[in-house]
């Protein structure tokens, strides 16, 4: 063997070893199987986020046309129920992604609800996120009651778009904190919301990547299921008072999270700029 052939046979010999024990490499050719994934989109950017993140709970209801089950897709598994049944349309733009795809329309009969509670205190942090489109003025987007179905008698950290088409956060603790955006947002496009309670710094509003508005509060202890589209909203100026109709989300929603602490400015960035 000439020593040209010798030392071509030593090159190879030591690419193969490195292609073995390099991580970098490795981990680029490592084959990664889920066999538990339950998202029905292939486009999973504002699923991953989340996920990668931390979410407890998380939504896409992107499920389709048809049934009644809105799956979690996170570790928790807590798949919730289309009160009313499931009312999708399959559209472009959709949120976070550009090819169509379903997303949920949520009214007065068409809204989720949640097993399983979830305990809210003063010193726990907390954050919910969703992506909405509207052109009405009203309903919850989502938040904390202490019934899994109907109008809570008890209920706090409600995102909700107010009579004046604003994005508002409502708490109940020791008095009501209420948080809303100066603007409207019933402008018939998406956007991205997060209601952030911090143990440390109190009640934080991000409305499309950015902190909008804030406040020295805390949510008092309550022990609730998490709601989308609809909760009661009686004893919030900003609410809808007893009219449970108005309380009603009406229009389109999709990618709403839970997260049992503080989602950072910096992470709510990334949260929004992962649909753009």
């Known amino acids: 063997m000439t020593k040209r052939r010798l030392a071509a046979l030593v090159g190879v010999l030591v ?59 996170s570790p928790t598994g807590a798949d919730g129920t289309y009160q009313g049944g499931r009312n999708s349309n399959a559209a472009v733009p959709y949120p976070c992604v550009r090819p169509q795809d379903w997303y949920a329309r949520l009214d007065e009969t068409h809204w989720v609800s949640t097993p399983g509670t979830i305990a809210i205190a003063p010193g726990s942090s907390t954050s919910q996120e969703a992506w909405f489109r509207t052109v009405n003025s009203q309903g919850v987007i989502n938040g904390f009651g202490s019934t899994q179905t109907g109008a809570s008698t008890n209920k706090t950290n409600l995102l909700i778009i107010t009579s004046l088409g604003r994005v508002a956060f409502l708490v109940k603790g020791a008095s009501n904190y209420e948080i809303a955006t100066s603007y409207a947002l019933n402008d018939g496009a998406w956007h991205h919301v997060v209601g952030v309670h911090d143990a440390a710094s109190g009640i934080i509003l991000y409305v499309d990547g950015v902190q909008r508005a804030s406040v020295n509060g805390h949510p008092s202890a309550l022990t609730a299921y998490f709601r989308i589209g609809y909760e009661n909203t009686n004893g919030f100026t900003n609410g809808f008072g007893s009219d449970q109709a108005a309380a009603h989300f009406w229009d389109y929603m999709a990618f709403v999270s839970f997260y049992p602490f503080a989602l950072t400015a910096t992470q709510v960035t990334q949260h929004f700029n992962a649909g753009n």
């Not at 070893?17 to 999973?44: D, E, P, Q, Y």
């Not at 699923?47 to 209801?61: C, E, N, S």
């Open 15 to 73: 690419l193969v070893t490195w292609l073995g024990t390099s991580s970098t490499v490795s981990a680029f050719l490592a084959r990664v199987v889920n066999t538990t994934n339950r998202i029905k989109s292939a486009v999973l950017d504002c699923t991953q986020v989340p996920l990668a993140d931390g979410a407890t709970r998380h939504y896409p209801l992107n499920e389709g046309a048809g049934g009644v089950i809105a799956y979690d897709a």
